[in-house]
């Protein structure tokens, strides 16, 4: 029988794995369980080519949350009173996963302090390197400052120690809000674990990667079914899973072209932000900063409050993380490199992206100046 | 100035807290998170009113998956030597971490056998119970044979020994196959946990629902933002969670239709199997089972093999739960409650759905004629 001919009459009764509202369940070993699980790994092998690892390497995750979880819980499980080695302005799901692991007592954590400009130095994470370190996680560029670290350098101080040591110190690296714009091949990076976020690099929410280097001991920290090679339990989600393995490629596409098209207009706002009208400081090093990263202090004027006065314009832009957003506070990454900051001050955070135009930064330059002339009458 | 004539230019520069794709990030304070925000808090307050709860009693998660676990561990974690009872036949997702607890020494567990009809004797959970005893999870209606458990029956035993004791066992369903067929209203059922899914009641993939009724003490599992009421980190999944909503209110309204018509459905197929020429086993109580399982164990054949044969003519069907699918074994549950099948066995689930039709049933009981006649030639 020709394939065009043979109609066979497709009857789904298998509902109770998944209701054939959108796909089938890809743990199904029936034909269109077989087709989703199909999808699934092609969307596993882009983004494994897309990082230069293998496919079997790459996890599906709920978002970069998870991923950050699973990195730091999975390998702390295997080891006894193990040390961590991290920086002071980490995500939230890196420095909260890590504090949780000190209250319980189940690590030692190290918090190497950025440099005034919000880099790292790598020979301080050398300096933390103990005979019981287990793992290094250090963000590739900061999700409120865009300050870009200095990875391939701490992955070399990792690797000495460790064969001076004849150990093996894992290297995880949150590398959310780099995909964009730098560069992410696994090998040029020398990072066992990395962690990416599906909603920042233009694809759907509710999906993410961690990127495990073979070997790294790493267990669950959900259970249930297999799938994930183990590493994560729960029914895959196929479409998700293929939207962000488009996103990645698209990402990677664009990377060179956006990075030019958006550090000259950083610098642009920057230049416009320099005139002593706005007297403003600027957050973290101007050079090693993601090109769509503009973050500023404005002094006696609370962050909130012109974020709030931007929005009444039609400009969206953030005080601090989303994550910890309208709690009031100064952010914990401005303190890290600046010291002195009132807790009243804080930040305020534009980051730029694929839609920004010039007319966009001219329009928010107006507002922005128009907002501090209303508000200085009242703040200062 | 009227509204129609109040034009602002919209500018988005919060790319790093989400990718202008779809939708802006929720925990922003700018007016395009604030309206993802209430977006998401409409979802939640009408899963709230289906299930008769409170907003704040809601729970999203990335599946029932991660539901189950936070129930479990994020309850466990409150608690010094504490004893869980579940049953022999829960999802992986709760018997797993129960093992995984059991491993590490973090509870105790007992494991309540199912009677031979595959449900759960009420007393048997009641003489279970301890002074330690911090949690009861049992399933509402089993994944693989559809048996519906006497979940009221079972909360008020647990009511008893808390009035006796004047202590708190905390009781958790996974209600993720119920959820279509059953009342799901919290009051009506007395339970203090419920595991939702979403793509089992044709909903999209990847999100998930925990309610957690007020003064239950759990902890998140993982740690990072403070979204979902500090039980949830992560960028919250608004596309997802509305879709979800809308998914469990049109699971409502088509409940007592779909449960009249499936029943008699369910029942026409159990009608036709039971011919002589099949020469199968019904696996489950005939009576309080889900109106869309049918589960059979036809003796001496692989159900793998049966479900493959199926498939050829386009018939979707399970040997299993798909989390656990593929691995040749027999499956735990079947084994439960028959402890003589053969390991090969097997078990075929047809789980029926919204569009299944009586034409369907017919089919696939020639089809399933057809492959026995050929089989058996060889298994017999």
């Known amino acids: ?26 743990g199904a070993i029936h034909e269109l369980g077989l087709k989703e699980k199909n999808k699934l790994e092609n969307a596993r092998a882009t983004v494994a080519n897309v990082l230069g690892a293998h496919s079997n390497e790459i996890i599906f995750t709920s978002g970069a949350t998870e991923s950050n979880n699973l990195s730091i819980f999975g390998l702390v499980r295997n080891f006894k009173k193990p040390h961590i080695v991290t920086t002071n302005i980490e995500h939230a ?36 390197l103990q005979p019981n370190t287990i793992l290094v ?43 964009n714009y730098l560069p992410i091949n696994i090998a040029h990076l020398g990072v066992d674990l990395m962690s990416i976020n ?67 207009l950083r610098n642009y706002f920057f230049k416009k932000l320099s005139k002593p009208a706005f007297d403003i400081v600027i957050n973290g090093d101007l050079q090693n900063r993601l090109p769509n990263n503009i973050n500023i202090t404005i002094p006696n004027i609370p962050s909130d409050l012109l974020v709030i006065e931007l929005s009444a314009r039609g400009i969206m832009a ?22 002195e900051i009132k807790e009243t001050d804080g930040s305020l955070r534009f980051s730029l992206g694929r839609q920004t135009t010039k007319a966009d930064i001219d329009h928010t330059i107006k507002a922005l100046s128009e ?5 200085k009458k009242w703040y200062n």
């Open 1 to 26: 029988m020709s394939k065009s001919t043979r109609k066979i009459r497709a009857i789904y009764l298998d509902f109770a794995s998944s209701a054939l509202s959108a796909s089938s369940n890809p």
């Open 137 to 179: 996680s250090v963000m590739y560029a900061n999700n409120e400052i865009g300050t870009i670290q200095p990875i391939r350098e701490i992955a070399k101080e990792i690797r000495h120690f460790n064969k001076n040591m004849q150990k093996k110190i894992f290297f995880h690296t949150d590398a959310v809000q780099a995909v």
């Open 93 to 128: 799901s890196v420095l909260e996963v890590c504090k949780y692991l000190e209250r319980t007592k189940q690590a030692e954590v190290t918090y190497v302090a950025v440099e005034k400009n919000g880099i790292i130095d790598p020979k301080k994470i050398k300096k933390a």
């Open 371 to 375: 907002i501090l002339t209303k508000l």
């Open 198 to 264: 599906s909603a920042k690099i233009y694809g759907p929410k509710g999906v993410g990667i961690l990127y495990v280097k073979k070997n790294t001991p790493l267990s669950p920290i959900m259970f249930g079914g297999s799938q994930e090679f183990g590493l994560r339990p729960g029914t895959e989600n196929v479409i998700l899973a293929v939207e962000l393995a488009k996103a990645l490629q698209i990402a990677g596409k664009m990377k060179e072209g956006e990075v030019k098209r958006l550090t000259k």
């Open 318 to 339: 953030s005080a601090k993380s989303a994550c910890k957003a309208g709690d009031g506070k100064a952010s914990y990454v401005i303190k890290a490199i600046n010291e």
